[in-house]
């Protein structure tokens, strides 16, 4: 996937997080709805801090 491709699906997730914490403060939509926020923007930050996509935060070392 190109790398414009992905940042654009990252913005878009990004709304739709935003967009669920509203809806779940408005006491619109479930509980579950408000851990996929916290998630979302939990991985985000977690991003932004290191510099470096949140799958190669996650990844394993294999030792050789």
Do not use: Y
């Amino acid at each position: 996937m190109k790398q414009e491709n992905v940042e654009t699906i990252k913005h878009v997730a990004d709304g739709v997080a935003a967009v669920t914490a509203v809806g779940t403060m408005m006491q619109l939509l479930p509980a579950v709805a408000a851990l996929f926020t916290i998630v979302w923007t939990g991985m985000r930050i977690a991003e932004m801090v290191a510099g470096k996509p949140f799958s190669e935060l996650i990844r394993r070392k294999k030792d050789d």
